[in-house]
Nanobody, 127 residues
């Protein structure tokens, strides 16, 4: 069964930076979509950033544009660099992996498109 392995996260003051990483095996990584969703306390889960590993195409939710960067890393990993963090970025962050035509044609945050999820890593930003 496909799995994703998350690392990173932690606590930081507002304005600081954190980096999340998510890895999987070569078969699942190749030409699929990987990304991050987050669930703030008491709120619904929302998409943050996705990357198509085939050509590096990315999409971001509006609230993180210009602050977060998702990229392809080494050894079948995807990294999320989070800069200028705000208290409202506090959430449990989940790595997700999905495949299908949608991934190559139009990136989106529809959760049912992602068949593999990580257990989550906590990001806490204090004011």
């Amino acid at each position: 069964q496909a799995q994703v392995r998350e690392s990173g996260g932690g606590s930081v003051q507002a304005g600081g930076s954190l980096r999340l990483s998510c890895g999987t095996d070569e078969f699942m990584y190749t030409n699929n979509c990987m990304g991050w969703f987050r669930q703030p306390p008491g709120k619904q889960r929302e998409g943050v950033a996705i990357i198509y590993t085939g050509d590096g195409t990315t999409t971001y939710t509006d609230s993180v544009k210009g602050r977060f960067t998702i990229s392809r890393g080494a050894a079948h990993t995807v990294n999320l660099q989070m800069d200028r963090l705000k208290p409202e970025d506090t959430a449990m962050y989940y790595c997700a992996l999905g495949s299908g035509a949608w991934c190559r044609q139009k990136l989106n945050f529809i959760e049912s498109n992602f068949g593999t999820w990580g257990q989550g890593t906590q990001v806490t930003v204090s004011a």
